[in-house]
């Protein structure tokens, strides 16, 4: 965990993003590489160009970030990237080219709306990044550390994939991993594979070292009851997957990883699925 990429798009979801993800690399002694995607594509810009197009305005801004933030990374790097083209695409791009284990981007939610690029293309940065991301509202006040991490546990097969990431935060952090076993159905055989992942759960945090509470809740609507169990439990980080399936409960709405990127006041880490 020591490269951290922070999508930045001059607005005060990003800025607040970035400040979110200093704290991490402050904890981890991670390099910080802010990215800014030129999304004015025409046929006659190309990749060379971007710095003889950026407005005046940009530039300086970039200039303050950079003099504003870089002595606070103390145990890598901070660099500017800058691309042209599509958003998420580059993002994705340049994550896999710096081997960034960690994307950090602003979001609006459902709430609001503002007119730059993170909060319009968060949940495709999501869906396309090669490592998990963060994603944050401009609202949501964050301390110097988290505590909490919630690891909700549903039937699917990639549930568990979001496991090796979460005990590690938790261990950089000392943090208390929440697991919490989400039976969205009556089902006895659906309900008893939730429970052996959540014993494989267990084993896997117990052997790590990482201090855990496992709980349980009935959810007509998988994303509202995670939400619902977070505010209750000031839980600090809510960590997904990205490919989540579209259940019974929330057919009508679309997968609840973005449902919850959506309507979580509190952050969000989602963890891509890997296909066997």
């Not at 800014?36 to 530039?59: A, F, P, Q, Y």
């Not at 660099?79 to 602003?106: C, H, P, T, W």
Request: proline content about 2%; aromatic content about 10%; glycine content about 6%.
């Amino acid at each position: 965990m020591k490269t951290i990429l922070v999508a930045i798009d001059f607005s005060k979801n990003a800025e607040h993003a970035l400040e979110y993800a200093i704290m991490y690399a402050e904890k981890l002694s991670a390099s910080i590489y802010l990215i800014w995607v030129d999304d004015n594509v025409t046929d006659e810009t190309v990749l060379g160009t971007i710095s003889g197009e950026l407005r005046i305005e940009k530039r300086a801004y970039l200039k303050h970030l950079n003099t504003e933030y870089k002595d606070r990374i103390l145990g890598g790097k901070f660099e500017v990237i800058l691309r042209k083209g599509r958003v998420y695409q580059e993002i994705a791009k340049a994550a896999s080219k710096i081997n960034a284990d960690m994307i950090f981007a602003g979001t609006h939610g459902v709430s609001g709306y503002e007119q730059h690029w993170i909060g319009s293309n968060a949940y495709r940065v999501v869906t396309q990044a090669p490592c998990p991301v963060f994603t944050i509202r401009s609202s949501y006040q964050f301390g110097s550390s988290i505590s909490k991490i919630l690891l909700p546990l549903d039937s699917s097969l990639e549930t568990k994939q979001k496991l090796p990431f979460v005990a590690d935060l938790a261990l950089e952090f000392s943090a208390t991993v929440y697991l919490l076993k989400v039976y969205n159905t009556t089902i006895n055989v659906i309900k008893k594979r939730i429970d052996k992942f959540g014993d494989e759960a267990v084993s896997c945090l117990t052997e790590r070292g990482v201090d855990f509470i496992i709980e349980k809740i009935e959810a007509n609507n998988v994303a509202v009851s995670i939400i619902e169990y977070s505010n209750k439990n000031d839980i600090d980080l809510i960590a997904i997957m990205t490919d989540q399936g579209v259940t019974t409960a929330n057919k009508f709405l679309g997968p609840y990883s973005q449902q919850l990127i959506n309507n979580s006041t509190i952050p969000v880490v989602s963890v891509r699925a890997k296909v066997h």
